[in-house]
């Protein structure tokens, strides 16, 4: 529910003309924070700007962020056209670990994996976009484990007829695969040398 269909919460004040500059700048890091930790998809610079105030730049309130948070067992991350926080790469195996990462990939049979990585590589993309890739329909059940295991989430609509919803991965697809970021997906002449031919009938051993 948003502020103007709850008369009870106070309008955001977005200035905060009655601090200090030095606690009204920690202020609008904090709010920043917790839009982040709130976030399970990157939040972009315009909606980050909604709080904090007018003028004031959001790649130093992030900056000054991410300064704050060092030492700690998370970090700010530039993931798309957005941020968003994430567990630094040094907790991977302990995330994985105690989340049982491993156990739930292994619950996922290799045309599931194969349309997990057809999305890393082509995100945002519709059902369609996937059907495109592999020559058939992507069913509903198959997206559904994806979501289930927190790998996948909900991008944008597609900007087309219908607007029909986008997927993307996530932070915790990161997590699970050992990846700092998607730049660190292997190339696409790396996965065709390990036989892994992206559009074919048999991509990825389906």
Do not use: C
Request: proline share 7%; net charge negative; aromatic share 6%.
């Amino acid at each position: 529910m948003n502020v103007a269909e709850n008369p009870s919460e106070p309008e955001l004040d977005r200035e905060l003309p009655d601090l200090p500059p030095e606690l009204r700048w920690r202020e609008w890091m904090r709010r920043i924070e917790a839009v982040l930790f709130a976030s399970r998809t990157p939040v972009a610079r315009e909606d980050l700007a909604k709080v904090v105030g007018q003028g004031a730049s959001v790649d130093l309130l992030i900056d000054d962020l991410a300064t704050d948070l060092a030492g700690r067992s998370f970090e700010v991350a530039k993931l798309r056209e957005g941020w968003m926080l994430r567990t630094r790469p040094a907790y991977a195996p302990a995330i994985r670990t105690a989340a049982d990462v491993d156990d739930q990939l292994l619950d996922l049979n290799p045309f599931d994996i194969a349309v997990l990585a057809a999305i890393a590589y082509h995100q945002p993309i519709t059902r369609d976009g996937l059907k495109d890739i592999f020559g058939k329909e992507i069913s509903r059940d198959l997206i559904g484990r994806l979501h289930a295991r927190t790998l996948i989430a909900t991008g944008p609509r597609a900007p087309r007829r219908g607007a029909p919803y986008t997927f993307v991965t996530t932070d915790h697809f990161l997590v699970a695969f050992d990846l700092k970021s998607l730049r660190d997906l292997p190339d696409r002449e790396q996965m065709e040398d390990a036989g892994v031919n992206q559009g074919s009938p048999g991509w990825l051993g389906e």
